[in-house]
């Protein structure tokens, strides 16, 4: 079978399995290698030395020694992951569409994390040659709130799993993929056709809105990070480095795989976010017509730091 190399999260992936919606990059080095395979899940199944972790209802991991990781769905061996390499079990009887929205989710999460990154649950959006990073709990409205941003011109640098290199004087921010999901009625609010655009999978009405040409394809040192809240009022609001450090803590994609040793470290990670980083709260309207002006009130936030 004839591997594809794509460019993603600050890495060269190697893949079986082709993303036509994906930078192709023509290079001899990679990093990430994406095939099709024998998992050995049946036999994490039955080992002493797992720990398990549901991550949704439906989704949950089996940490087996050496920190391979296998993601299960619905009871369904998936993936088999570790640092530069994912598995993918070819017998799952998945739809297409549904099993890449498993891997550009959870099994990448899962592999920057265990490459060294922390991993947030948030989007990103290149301002002024910056990234401005929008996080908070899931359903909050972080897709929404980044496509009006691309709606007014602005790059988007990731959709929902955020990577970012802790370096000593800054930190920075990989660009994923160029795609954001979307509810029909979003895509519906800026006068477009859902009906357009692919699903996600079969089992929702979302679906992945290609942002191939208006898309930052370089990494972007933080500007500021925005937690969105929402509170019925449009304004930003200054917290403390005890709170900013809970919030980074609660966005930690993997934080219900850390064990004692990557704890210290995702506390680490955060600590050294918050010593560089403004952290802040965004509180939002949920409602369509305060959009505009939710993306007002960030300008002026950034021009004045």
Same mark, same amino acid.
């Given at each position: 079978?004839?591997?594809?190399?794509? #460019?993603?999260?600050?890495?060269?992936?190697?893949?079986?399995?082709f993303?036509?919606?994906?930078?192709?990059k023509?290079?001899?080095?990679?990093?990430v290698?994406?095939?099709?395979? =024998?998992? /050995?899940?049946?036999?994490?199944?039955s080992?002493?030395?797992?720990?398990?972790?549901?991550?949704?209802?439906?989704?949950?991991? =089996?940490?087996?020694?050496?920190?391979?990781?296998?993601?299960?769905?619905?009871d369904?061996?998936?993936?088999?992951?570790n640092?530069?390499?994912?598995?993918?079990?070819? %017998?799952?009887?998945?739809?297409?569409?549904?099993?890449k929205?498993?891997?550009?989710?959870?099994a990448?999460?899962?592999?920057?994390?265990?490459r060294?990154?922390?991993?947030?649950?948030?989007?990103?959006?290149?301002?002024? /040659? /910056?990234?401005?990073?929008?996080s908070?709990?899931?359903?909050?409205? =972080?897709?929404?709130?980044?496509?009006?941003?691309?709606?007014?011109? #602005?790059?988007?640098?990731?959709?929902?799993?955020?990577s970012?290199?802790?370096?000593k004087?800054?930190?920075?921010? #990989?660009?994923?993929f160029?795609?954001?999901?979307?509810?029909?009625?979003?895509?519906?609010?800026?006068?477009?056709?859902?009906?357009?655009?692919?699903?996600?999978?079969?089992?929702?009405?979302?679906?992945?809105?290609?942002?191939s040409?208006?898309f930052?394809?370089?990494?972007?040192q933080?500007?500021?990070?925005?937690?969105i809240k929402?509170?019925g009022?449009?304004?930003?609001?200054?917290?403390?480095?005890?709170?900013?450090?809970?919030?980074?803590?609660?966005?930690?994609?993997?934080?219900?795989?850390?064990?004692?040793?990557?704890?210290?470290?995702?506390?680490?990670?955060c600590?050294?976010?918050?010593?560089?980083?403004?952290?802040?709260?965004?509180?939002?309207?949920?409602?369509?017509?305060?959009?505009? %002006?939710?993306?007002?009130?960030?300008?002026?936030?950034?021009? =004045?730091?």
């Open positions: 079978m004839r591997s594809i190399t794509h #460019y993603a999260h600050g890495l060269n992936i190697k893949s079986e399995l993303f036509p919606e994906f930078p192709i023509e290079t001899s080095n990679v990093d290698f994406i095939r099709f395979g =024998k998992t /050995n899940l049946s036999n994490s199944i080992s002493k030395n797992i720990r398990e972790v549901y991550l949704s209802k439906f989704t949950k991991i =089996k940490i087996t020694s050496g920190n391979l990781i296998h993601l299960f769905w619905n369904i061996g998936i993936f088999s992951i640092n530069n390499e994912i598995i993918i079990n070819p %017998k799952t009887g998945l739809n297409l569409n549904f099993l929205f498993l891997l550009f989710g959870h990448f999460a899962i592999l920057l994390h265990l060294g990154r922390l991993v947030l649950h948030a989007n990103a959006i290149n301002m002024d /040659n /910056n990234a401005i990073v929008i908070g709990v899931s359903g909050i409205g =972080k897709s929404t709130i980044s496509f009006t941003f691309h709606q007014k011109g #602005y790059k988007l640098l990731c959709d929902d799993v955020l970012i290199n802790i370096g004087k800054c930190q920075t921010v #990989y660009p994923s160029p795609r954001i999901k979307l509810w029909p009625d979003v895509i519906r609010n800026f006068e477009e056709d859902p009906g357009m655009i692919p699903k996600i999978h079969n089992k929702t009405s979302k679906r992945f809105y290609n942002v040409g208006n930052s394809d370089i990494e972007k933080i500007k500021t990070i925005y937690f929402e509170t009022n449009i304004k930003i609001e200054e917290i403390n480095p005890q709170k900013a450090m809970m919030e980074l803590i609660k966005s930690s994609y993997c934080f219900k795989l850390l064990n004692e040793s990557e704890l210290s470290e995702n506390l680490s990670q600590s050294a976010i918050v010593n560089k980083v403004p952290v802040k709260i965004l509180e939002v309207e949920k409602s369509y017509e305060s959009l505009n %002006k939710l993306v007002e009130i960030v300008e002026k936030d950034i021009l =004045k730091n």
